[in-house]
């Protein structure tokens, strides 16, 4: 769904380098989620936000930050990328008068 | 720890079969209970969702049969269909409130002809 877009799609990295994944969304949301996929392990929530200046660490955020720049934008960065942090990355929004989640397409990151 | 527990983690169901996916949920205190619907390459996409007033919410072969005193919801899919092979995910809210979700583990749904 074109309303919400995350680049990269795919990205291959090497242990140890920083990684930005950028999530930007249409939708006119206050609310952003980024989780991670992992066969067997279904979707995991790593940090959530309910507007521009509220952050918060969901179940999986060691090793990884988040940046909310604006209200349409949200960032996850890994500081030091490690190869058990390969996995599918999805952002999700949602609007504060819904309980539906908006999916990105996903960004498949391989550290190796 | 898992909050909701998804069972079966793959199935394989003929056309026009019905297709059945449990979850087990242990907080007392969600509210609502969604599914989402994922195909390969594309984010999940919210299919279908049932609130505990009611038992069953049906929304065209789609169903949601929910058992408050058991703590399990499930998905029936009637008359399935190729084009319904994905993965299912079932969800509960982490803190009573639909805003955070936990996801089950997923259950890979293939429909063969």
């Known amino acids: 769904d074109a309303d919400v877009t995350q680049t990269p799609r795919n990205r291959i990295t090497k242990t140890g380098k920083r990684i930005m994944l950028e999530c930007s969304q249409t939708?006119?949301?206050?609310?952003m989620y980024w989780y991670r996929q992992d066969p067997g392990l279904g979707l995991r929530l790593i940090y959530y936000?309910?507007?521009?200046?509220?952050?918060n660490k969901g179940e999986i955020s060691d090793g990884y930050s988040v940046s909310r720049q604006a209200q349409a934008k949200f960032s996850l960065s890994l500081e030091s990328a490690i190869p058990n942090q390969t996995a599918l990355y999805f952002c999700a929004t949602e609007g504060a008068q819904t309980d539906t989640q908006y999916f990105g397409p996903g960004t498949r990151l391989t550290v190796l | 720890q898992q909050q909701v527990k998804q069972s079966p983690q793959s199935l394989i169901v003929q056309k026009g079969g019905i297709s059945i996916i449990n979850c087990a949920y242990e907080?007392?205190?969600?509210?609502?209970f969604p599914w989402y619907q994922q195909f390969p390459g594309k984010g999940p996409a919210l299919l279908i969702a049932i609130r505990p007033d009611v038992s069953e919410k049906k929304e065209g072969r789609f169903t949601i049969s929910f058992n408050k005193s058991a703590k399990q919801f499930s998905l029936h899919i009637m008359d399935s269909q190729p084009g319904d092979s994905a993965t299912y995910f079932c969800?509960?809210?982490?803190?009573?409130?639909?805003?955070?979700?936990?996801f089950g583990t997923g259950t890979r749904l293939q429909v063969t002809l």
């Open positions: 936000s309910f507007d521009v200046k509220d952050i």
């Open positions: 939708k006119g949301h206050d609310r």
């Open positions: 969800a509960g809210p982490v803190t009573g409130t639909a805003s955070k979700l936990t």
């Open positions: 907080n007392t205190a969600f509210d609502y």
